[in-house]
């Protein structure tokens, strides 16, 4: 079967798009893997990158020293990560604020994990956003930002029904949101037809499907677990004997996550976000069997000038 990187429509051609996750460093070494991973994905240009931010707002300075280096540096479009979590609105808009002077214009809102973790009972702040529909609102009120919010396939782990949480995502969209990015899927179905059931329910921002690129299946197998998502049985078939044989883990990461992504391109799709778990090689891998080729090297370019 023949793939083309581009999908046919009445209206023309539509180009593959791709956004790339990555999170905050917490020591020198993982600073230099982050870094690194950068340079390596930069030349793809990739329409934005976000930098998440810990339970309870715990890499908040971080996120926000790495999203402005992202400005000074590169060529890249950032997008910062944004929780209600344990922080007043006075706390949270002056976070945005400085987010706007430092020339990011582009925040991921989401409601975020409770400081204790997954799993623990989620509390606003007395002072704070209580829910993401209200951050979307206060963070629109600041500037002109572009808000991306989360949305799940299987549905958020703490709602009561998958109905019941495309109901929150329409009041984030109708609070401002401009488009939202799933939570990862490893089974296609589960996302095309949760896309079918939020169009139905009139909501019509681009819901871009999250990839999680499995580099550990065991580690991306607990991960599932806490966020809601699940393993199918032939992912683990896959995996299972590889656990002390990294290379050939590393080319069936590569095989399974290719697969995954020509297959949505198949049905339409043409925005992938990837959680990229600050490693590059996969990510580029993905993107270069998508079409995607290197650029002019930006990252290099905007280091020279300063």
């Known amino acids: 079967m023949r ?12 180009p593959i798009r791709v956004s790339i996750e990555f999170f905050p460093p917490k020591t020198d070494e993982m600073e230099k893997i982050l870094w690194n991973s950068i340079e390596r994905l930069a030349p793809l240009q990739p329409s934005f990158v976000s930098v998440t931010y810990g339970a309870g707002g715990s890499t908040r300075e971080r996120t926000h020293n790495t999203v402005a280096r992202m400005v000074r540096e590169t060529g890249l479009k950032p997008a910062a990560h944004l929780t209600c979590v344990d922080a007043s609105r006075e706390e949270i808009d002056a976070v945005v604020q400085s987010y706007w002077d430092a020339g990011v214009r582009h925040i991921v809102a989401l409601r975020g994990d409770p400081a204790e973790g997954v799993g ?9 956003y209580a829910s993401t529909a209200e951050l979307v609102e206060g963070i629109k009120r600041i500037g002109a930002f572009k808000v991306s919010v989360s949305a799940y396939p299987e549905k958020h782990p703490e709602a009561s029904s998958l109905d019941a949480d495309i109901d929150a995502l329409k009041a984030k969209v109708d609070a401002g949101a401009d488009q939202a990015i799933t939570q990862f899927f490893f089974e296609n179905e589960i996302y095309l037809r949760y896309l079918e059931k939020v169009r139905a329910a009139g909501i019509t921002i681009p819901i871009i499907p999250g990839i999680l690129p499995v580099q550990n299946f065991k580690q991306a197998a607990n991960f599932a677990r806490r966020t809601g998502a699940s393993v199918p049985y032939w992912l683990a078939a896959r995996f299972e004997g590889l656990e002390d044989d990294v290379e050939t883990r590393r080319l069936v990461a590569g095989a399974v996550a290719a697969e995954q992504v020509l297959d949505l391109v198949d049905e339409g799709v043409n925005d992938f976000h990837f959680y990229s778990m600050n490693r590059s090689d996969l990510v580029y891998a993905i993107c270069h069997l998508l079409g995607l080729r290197a650029q002019a090297p930006k990252l290099a ?3 020279a000038a300063a």
């Open 120 to 128: 623990h009972a989620y509390r606003p702040h007395p002072e704070g």
């Open 3 to 14: 793939r083309s990187t581009h999908r046919a429509s009445r209206d023309g051609y539509h």
């Open 301 to 303: 370019a905007a280091k």
